[in-house]
């Protein structure tokens, strides 16, 4: 009775250690996803649209770039299996005139859709919120007919 009770016992746990495995391979960062690949040297250029009025603005001062870039680094994310509703803002990196990172932000759910080959889409996992770190940015949007 006692092997079988262990026996059991070891089972439990193994599952458990697999489920909790499976998950953390979900978890990830964009500076994991996309950002670490940007060196000190690289011509960066950050395309931004936001969907409510059509405003677009491009960043391409390094010191700006940066700002923005280490703000959206500490954004955590989950992956999640779902296929991508429409956003509200649209965000473009541009590295040496290569778009290495494609996001789209649902400022309600917040979630991330990323580029890559596959296509991906993320759940912010930690308490940042990604609408305020670009409205924190003050950025010059210029809006079409105006």
Sequence with gaps: MKKKIAFLLI???AIAGCSYAV???NDTSLHEKALNQ???NDEVRIDMKRYSDDAKVSLTDKDKV???LKSLSSVELKKENMTWPSGDYAIRVYVNGVNILG??????KNYVWINEQKGGV???????DLCKI?????LDWT????
Excluded: F, W
């Design 11 to 13: 089972i439990l746990a």
């Design 23 to 25: 998950n953390r391979m």
């Design 38 to 40: 940007i060196t000190k």
């Design 66 to 68: 940066e700002k923005l």
């Design 103 to 108: 996001m789209e932000m649902l400022t309600d």
């Design 122 to 128: 993320y759940k912010v996992s930690n308490q940042v």
């Design 134 to 138: 670009i409205e924190e940015q003050h």
């Design 143 to 146: 809006i079409p007919g105006q």
